[in-house]
Structure formats: structure tokens, C-alpha cells
């Protein structure tokens, strides 16, 4: 849903209608979904994004997107007594606190995607079977979706200088999506 909005905000629709036409979405043309959208909707959004739309295009629609999902969990997922306790607890156990709950919830944003977690620093979390990057072959990160929603969190809820970068990628050859949580 986040990654139609961020097409929408940059592209005119008759562009954005083709690429839905071209993974067979074009029902979303007339109605956005209201609930959770099959992750294989997803997997051929960005294949056609990949094919149709210049990488760098690709890689900020994503983040785009990344960033417009961590706006809607902080809204609509996360406790507001959670948003305030988070922030003022020690950074590691913040961090931590996060992640468990980003883990708890993957279902939510990765579909069928195992992740895991490294919780020392530099922490990181990885998924294994990422959606976004399925069927693709590319020679730098994919994920910026993912990057760009951890990103946000992390710096919203426990330290504004968390930054979060995909350090590797199945997209190119690597055995997981993983994305490296990091003191600015």
C-alpha cells in the first residue's frame, strides 16, 4: 500500500496504472486495498518496478515507501505508552526492545520472510526469503524499503542517530536480506 502512495506522489498516474496493469494489480486502480496484500503482490510489484523504472528511481520509491510504512506503524501498530517508553530507556535495551517487537510483528511487513537478529553491536536483522527481492538479480542492495522502515524506527523510537544499512542481499547472491543497525 505504502509503495503505491510513493509511486503516486512521483509519478503521474497513467505511469503508475501501467506498472499495475503490467504485475496484473490494476484492480488497485479503482480502490486501494484496506487489509494486507498477498506478499506475492508485492514480489511482482517491484519485479515490473525493477524492469520498467531506472534503478535509482526503483531505490527511492522504495525508501520512500520504507519510510511512509514506519509512519504507519508509529500511527496505527505502536502503543503510544511504548513510543514514550522506548526513548528513555538505555540505548541497548531500547534497541533490543525494538527489535523483539519488529520480530514479533514480521508477519506483518516481511510475509513468509524468517528473520533474525543479531542483538549485540553492531546489531542487525536479516530476512531470509525476502519478498522484495524475490526473482532478482541486481549488483547493489535491493531492500531500501526495509532499510528505510528500520531506519525510521529506530531513529523515532530509540536514538535519532541510528542509521540502517543493507549490508547484504539474496538479490545479489547473498543467503539473506540483511540490514546493519549503526551509531550515526
Known amino acids: 500500500m505504502r509503495t503505491l502512495e510513493a509511486l503516486r506522489a512521483r509519478y503521474p498516474e497513467d505511469e503508475v496504472a501501467g506498472l499495475l496493469r503490467d504485475c496484473k494489480l490494476d484492480?488497485?486502480?479503482?480502490?486501494m486495498p484496506r487489509e494486507m496484500v498477498p506478499e506475492r503482490e508485492v514480489s511482482a510489484l517491484y519485479e515490473v518496478m525493477r524492469a520498467r523504472l531506472d534503478p535509482a528511481e526503483v531505490r527511492e520509491v522504495a525508501r520512500d515507501a520504507g519510510r511512509r510504512t514506519a509512519g504507519y506503524v508509529l500511527t496505527y501498530r505502536i502503543p503510544s505508552f511504548a513510543q514514550g517508553i522506548l526513548?528513555?530507556?538505555p540505548r541497548p535495551i531500547g534497541r533490543r526492545g525494538l527489535m523483539l517487537a519488529l520480530r514479533a510483528n514480521a508477519w506483518t511487513f516481511a510475509g513468509s520472510a524468517q528473520m533474525r537478529m543479531r542483538f549485540r553491536a553492531p546489531s542487525s536483522i536479516a530476512l531470509v526469503g525476502c519478498p522484495i527481492c524475490r526473482n532478482a538479480r541486481v549488483a547493489q542492495p535491493a531492500c531500501e524499503y526495509y532499510a528505510a522502515t528500520f531506519?525510521?524506527?529506530f531513529r523515532t523510537l530509540v536514538d535519532p542517530a541510528y542509521r540502517v544499512e543493507?549490508?547484504?542481499c539474496q538479490a545479489e547472491g547473498g543467503s539473506a536480506c540483511v540490514f546493519q543497525i549503526e551509531d550515526a
Do not use: H, S, T, W
Open 166 to 168: 543493507e549490508v547484504a
Open 27 to 31: 484492480a488497485y486502480l479503482k480502490e
Open 87 to 89: 526513548p528513555a530507556l
Open 151 to 153: 531506519e525510521k524506527l
